[in-house]
């Protein structure tokens, strides 16, 4: 069965510390991985996209890897700020449609103290 | 900012009364779709469309049903809305490639009394 992972479900630190989100999946055929972001009441916000020749990608201060191998993949949030406190959802997409299914996580709730 | 706007944001409502969440994008995509989804939930896709006249239902099962008249435009409607129909009500579009993001508008929160 095709499943998406995240840990923890939810995460709270301090503003200007790093943290690390993890996803875990069992998708295949894997055609690319993907992190958004979800602030409250709003859409998810694409952040970075991976395909299964890249093992890492930055966008500002969020940076995703992925491990094809052991199918999982982080993100890791540099010197938080308190508008990071949002949903982060990974989503897997396979290459078995011509759609290219997507598998959505449930996400980390992080919250960001000052 | 992603270019695509669904109205309303909010809606309370009885039960039995029909309606439409509306969706439109700019951005001239083919690919647009409707994800349901409720708090602390993963998203699930409810259809979904690759262009004009082309609508197809998603995994989840759904009283709703959709149109595509015109590529920026992308209605759902409820005939007939039930306490079970409330959620959260999120519509996408992306480019034609397999690895395209999705642009996602705000959503709907529906409620149904």
């Known amino acids: 069965k095709n499943q998406v992972e995240q840990s923890p479900q939810s995460l709270i630190i301090l503003e200007g510390k790093n943290c690390t989100l993890q996803?875990?999946?069992?998708?295949?055929?894997?055609?690319?991985l993907r992190w958004y972001k979800q602030d409250t009441g709003r859409g998810p916000v694409s952040l970075t996209i991976m395909t299964f020749s890249e093992n890492t990608k930055s966008n500002g201060r969020y940076t995703a890897t992925l491990d094809a191998d052991t199918k999982q993949s982080s993100l890791h949030i540099t010197a938080s700020q308190l508008s990071d406190s949002a949903s982060y959802i990974c989503v897997v997409s396979d290459r078995g449609s011509t759609l290219g299914r997507l598998y959505f996580g449930r996400g980390t709730q992080l919250t960001v103290w000052p | 900012e992603a270019d695509i706007y669904q109205t309303p944001r909010y809606l309370v409502i009885g039960t039995g009364k029909k309606i439409t969440l509306e969706c439109s994008q700019t951005m001239g995509h083919d690919k647009m779709y409707w994800y349901q989804q409720d708090p602390g939930m993963e998203l699930h896709l409810i259809h979904y469309s690759y262009g004009v006249n082309s609508t197809e239902k998603g995994d989840l099962s759904s009283e709703s049903t959709v149109s595509r008249i015109r590529t920026e435009h992308f209605p759902l409607t409820l005939e007939s809305a039930r306490p079970s129909h409330t959620s959260q009500y999120l519509c996408?579009?992306?480019?034609?490639?397999?690895?395209?993001?999705?642009?996602f508008g705000d959503g709907t929160r529906l409620s149904i009394l």
């Open positions: 996408a579009s992306s480019a034609g490639a397999v690895n395209q993001p999705q642009h």
């Open positions: 996803c875990n999946y069992t998708v295949s055929p894997f055609s690319n």
